[in-house]
């Protein structure tokens, strides 16, 4: 098992009361809501590794210190979960102004935990299992660790199918071009190219288009167009689901 996997597994036990609280977490709330927005700020200043390590030992488990070393993707993860700590109420204070933009601004909640959840590949293989197995447990456990938000399943799931109803038009034809090119190449059997454009090569995505019958008589179907429309507006992790099974609704419940 990976860092990333050790940490799930002891946390859902847990937050289910299956494990008692090691050295470090203090759970008192009992309500569901309540209770994981205080796991997820104790577990954000107590870090993954202890967390992971306080847990072993109350089993008397010996995990190979190689799990705490290695590279498993777990730095992504572990700011993430700093950045979801629900903080202590204080007196607020003026905020300081800054130039900078915020790159979630206008952004829709579904987008913004599509967001937080690309950052680790153990993530976004966590989220298909969940969605394959609807498990709507644990997928309220991974926004509100994501992003602090108590996020619908079902409303995720109808809005991810229906992504493009929510786009300009020009974002409307893109995304039912390349959902057709994407559909022909996985009939065909041709995963590596498959990959390739889901992961944004400018290279194979030049290649492709100009043998794709769907992009060749398409003078707007440059790059960058594949990636405002496209890339950007997360159809690839919608492709991927797709792929590994998870269904989406035709109509909102």
């Known amino acids: 098992m990976t860092l990333f996997e050790y940490y799930l597994q002891y946390m859902t036990e847990l937050y289910e009361g299956r494990r008692s609280a090691p050295e470090g977490i203090t759970l008192t709330a009992i309500d569901e809501q309540e209770r994981m927005a205080q796991l997820s700020s104790q577990l954000s200043e107590m870090g993954v590794a202890a967390f992971v390590r306080a847990c072993a030992e109350q089993d008397g488990t010996k995990l190979p210190e190689e799990l705490f070393t290695g590279d ?28 900078e933009p915020d790159p ?23 989220l298909v299992e969940v969605l394959k197995s609807k498990d709507w ?45 994407m559909e022909r190449l996985l009939r065909e059997e041709r995963l590596d190219v ?13 290649t492709f288009r100009c043998e794709a019958p769907e992009l060749k008589q398409l003078p707007e179907a440059t790059f960058a167009w594949y990636c405002r429309n496209y890339l950007d507006r997360d159809y690839p992790i919608r492709v991927l689901l797709k792929v590994n099974g998870v269904e989406f609704p035709a109509e909102k419940e």
């Open 194 to 206: 498959l990959a390739a454009l889901l992961s944004g090569d400018k290279a194979t995505f030049e």
């Open 137 to 181: 447990k644990e997928f309220f456990k991974l926004s509100q660790i994501t992003t602090k938000l108590d996020l619908d399943p079902r409303e995720f799931l109808y809005w991810l199918g229906h992504r493009e109803d929510f786009g300009t038009d020009e974002e409307k034809a893109c995304a039912v071009i390349m959902d057709g090119c």
């Open 104 to 126: 979630d601004a206008g952004k829709h909640a579904f987008e913004v935990f599509l967001d937080c959840v690309a950052m680790d590949d153990g993530l976004v293989q966590y």
């Open 72 to 99: 498993d993707g777990m730095g992504d993860f572990a700011s993430m979960l700093k950045n979801a700590q629900n903080a202590p109420q204080e007196t607020p204070q003026p905020e300081e102004k800054s130039d």
